[in-house]
């Protein structure tokens, strides 16, 4: 691993004088590749955060461009990079966070195809997408290239986050779950309304895809316990986190 800079130690002292991160946890931050799916709602306090702790190299998968009523929630975006692509003007926010910090950024869709031709090349996935297509297809492709994936929802005033390894066994050699023994198949269409249907509160993207980030960083310095096997769940108006557990179907 690359050492690091005296700027870079300056930069994450606070996290170097954590024991449980220290020098080598900020070094394998700094040789991570994280590709993030979606740089709105979710994405953008994916990307800021991942980027201020020093994640060496952060793709960006967006096909969409910046529009008024993204700012309400979209905050790595401003009025000043309206009509531009999410995923240039989310490159230049990180630019400006933090120089250490590689953009690599790709205006398209995510779906099987991409994942073949890219996911090969990063170490760690987070799936911030709208739309159970993508979520489906996201999880797919991590299991495939075998790379744990962070993914996580948020509905008006809830959001829900979980992290996938099913290409490992847990402690009693039992194969990790995937997302279909969590959601087995997508709901009928039209039955859970997109956002711009229903609206969603700003503040808790930022809930959600802050937690995404700390997942994203324990499972790239393997401390704590990810939340592999369980689904974390946000009730913004009761102030209440819960936490269920789930495991693989037998025969899966």
Do not use: W
């Amino acid at each position: 691993m690359d050492p690091l800079s005296p700027e870079e130690l300056s930069r994450y002292h606070r996290h170097i004088l954590l024991p449980e991160v220290g020098g080598h946890g900020q070094q394998l931050l700094k040789a991570a590749r994280v590709l993030v799916i979606g740089a709105g709602g979710l994405g953008s306090p994916v990307l800021q955060y991942l980027a201020a702790a020093g994640v060496g190299t952060l793709g960006i998968v967006d096909d969409d461009g910046v529009s008024l009523s993204n700012l309400q929630r979209q905050v790595i975006h401003d009025t000043g990079t309206l009509s531009e692509k999410k995923s240039e003007s989310a490159a230049r926010a990180i630019a400006r966070l933090n120089p250490h910090c590689r953009t690599v950024s790709y205006e398209k869709q995510f779906d099987a195809a991409f994942a073949r031709d890219h996911l090969s090349r990063f170490t760690l996935l987070i799936d911030g997408s709208d739309n159970f297509s993508t979520r489906y297809a996201a999880a797919d492709a991590a299991e495939l290239a075998k790379v744990p994936l962070v993914t996580g929802a948020v509905g008006r005033f809830d959001g829900t986050v979980t992290v996938l390894k099913p290409y490992e066994s847990g402690p009693d050699g039992v194969a990790y779950p995937r997302y279909t023994d969590l959601f087995p198949e997508p709901p009928p269409e039209g039955l859970i309304p997109a956002c711009a249907e229903a609206g969603v509160i700003g503040a808790l993207t930022g809930v959600i895809g802050t937690l995404m980030a700390m997942e994203a960083i324990k499972v790239i310095t393997g401390i704590g316990e990810p939340l592999v096997g369980r689904l974390l769940m946000y009730d913004g108006l009761a102030a209440r986190f819960d936490t269920i557990r789930y495991k693989r179907r037998a025969g899966t």
